[in-house]
């Protein structure tokens, strides 16, 4: 099959649950043969790069500003892929997915997949006219295409409740991962065991500034281990104030480390390592690094969203989403009750392995293909016999 992703940002992934997702199911189908292609944008992806891991890259401009950069891309990249023969198209998120009416409509034999990964309107960083522009590519997400994919059940249950739609549910994954070591750690002063993770982009819903004031009345009020540190990896990506606000309210503490994007043997190193996974968010579709940390064998702490109960269910502990006092509680708890938080990264890594492996992700990608061609197909020759 000829297999087109539309509406991520790019691969390899540098940032994004978005973008893991894509490179993930990308790249293993890819190796079972099939031709992929992904829409990359100029702005994330490296311009001489053309291939990865048996994908093929096609690099598109965009408009770069928070508001038009996703939209202007997918625009130029549907227009693109219209003139193109492939098997199937598949747009990621509400908002790239807003305009697969317009594939539709000049492609309309050609298999059509969305799938809905977050209620983006949700996010704080989008203002009136965005929000409702993201409602509506919810409404198209969950309607148009042949097939609606969602990643988690509560998804499932929105696009059945709110728009009657009967989608599929093909959840994010993680790898079991060998320990990696932690020769990387030095470099930003860390040792095994002694630190808090994050890992996630610096956008407003996802809550880093709860965890940052949690740590820091933490060390306040010496409920922390000496020198303890906490770990921020990440970036922003069109959210220059926030990442200003978090780096701001850090000022002076030097038990909190910001790492910048790290990925690769780094990123592993840092999910192993770590005492504690947290995942403050005030919003969710499914966190894939939620599920890397929980691959690792970390244990984790999360916001007790219904998006990140749904993956721990009942393997790690949970806080009152945005309550900062809970937060603070349950991180001193837990960083004296080692023993406690080792049995949970276990019971961590065990789930993620039952649940989530990306192989039975790419089972159901592929089913749903197949079936959406030989559907197409049928109906093809149908009207051949009619005429």
Request: charged share 25%.
């Given at each position: ?8 940002k790019g691969i390899?992934a540098?940032s ?9 199911i990308?790249a293993r189908?890819?190796?079972?043969g ?11 992806t490296d ?5 990865y891991r ?5 690099h598109l ?8 950069d996703t939209?202007s ?5 549907t ?15 509400i908002g790239?997915?807003?305009l ?14 969305a799938?809905?990964h977050c209620?983006?309107?949700y ?6 006219w965005?929000s409702n522009?993201l409602?509506?590519g919810?409404?198209v997400?969950c ?8 990643v988690s ?5 929105w696009?059945?409740l709110?728009h009657?739609a ?5 959840t994010n994954g993680?790898d079991i991962n060998e320990?990696p070591?932690s020769d990387?750690?030095?470099r930003?002063d ?9 890992v996630?982009r610096?956008?407003k819903?996802?809550?880093?500034h ?5 740590f ?8 922390s281990?000496n020198?303890?540190k ?15 606000y978090?780096k701001?309210?850090?000022?002076g503490?030097?038990?909190i480390?910001?790492?910048g ?31 890397e ?6 244990a984790?702490l999360?916001s ?11 393997a790690?502990?949970s806080?009152?989403?945005?309550n900062?006092?809970?937060l603070?509680?349950k991180?001193?708890?837990?960083l ?8 949970l ?16 992700a790419?089972?159901?990608t592929?089913r ?6 030989h559907l197409?197909k049928k ?9």
């Amino acid at each position: 099959m000829r297999i087109a992703f539309i509406g991520q940002k790019g691969i390899p992934a540098f940032s994004g649950g978005v973008e893991r997702h894509v490179e993930e199911i990308s790249a293993r189908l890819a190796e079972r043969g099939h031709e992929v292609f992904v829409y990359v944008r100029n702005n994330y992806t490296d311009k001489k790069m053309k291939k990865y891991r048996g994908v093929n890259l096609i690099h598109l401009s965009s408009i770069s500003t928070k508001n038009l950069d996703t939209i202007s891309h997918t625009f130029l990249a549907t227009i693109h892929a219209i003139f193109q023969k492939y098997d199937i198209v598949h747009y990621q998120s509400i908002g790239p997915a807003s305009l697969s009416w317009l594939y539709k409509i000049f492609r309309k034999n050609t298999p059509l997949v969305a799938t809905f990964h977050c209620q983006d309107y949700y996010h704080q960083k989008w203002g009136f006219w965005a929000s409702n522009y993201l409602r509506f590519g919810e409404f198209v997400t969950c309607n148009i295409p042949d097939k609606t994919i969602v990643v988690s059940k509560k998804l499932q249950k929105w696009a059945k409740l709110s728009h009657a739609a009967t989608a599929e549910m093909i959840t994010n994954g993680a790898d079991i991962n060998e320990y990696p070591g932690s020769d990387k750690l030095a470099r930003w002063d860390l040792k095994e065991k002694r630190y808090i993770l994050y890992v996630g982009r610096f956008i407003k819903h996802k809550g880093i500034h709860y965890l940052i004031e949690a740590f820091k009345q933490l060390e306040n009020t010496n409920k922390s281990p000496n020198n303890f540190k906490l770990a921020i990896i990440g970036d922003g990506f069109h959210s220059d104030d926030y990442v200003k606000y978090v780096k701001f309210i850090s000022e002076g503490r030097k038990n909190i480390i910001f790492t910048g994007s790290q990925y690769g043997e780094n990123l592993k190193q840092l999910y192993s390592n770590a005492y504690i996974f947290v995942q403050p968010s005030e919003t969710e579709g499914l966190s894939i690094a939620l599920l890397e940390a929980m691959s690792h064998g970390t244990a984790v702490l999360t916001s007790d969203i219904e998006e990140n109960i749904e993956v721990i269910n009942g393997a790690g502990f949970s806080f009152e989403k945005g309550n900062i006092e809970d937060l603070k509680e349950k991180l001193a708890y837990l960083l004296n009750n080692p023993q406690l938080v080792g049995k949970l990264g276990i019971l961590c890594q065990e789930r993620v392995k039952n649940e989530y492996g990306w192989d039975e992700a790419i089972r159901k990608t592929e089913r749903i293909y197949n079936e959406l061609l030989h559907l197409k197909k049928k109906k093809l020759y149908e009207r051949e016999v009619e005429i």
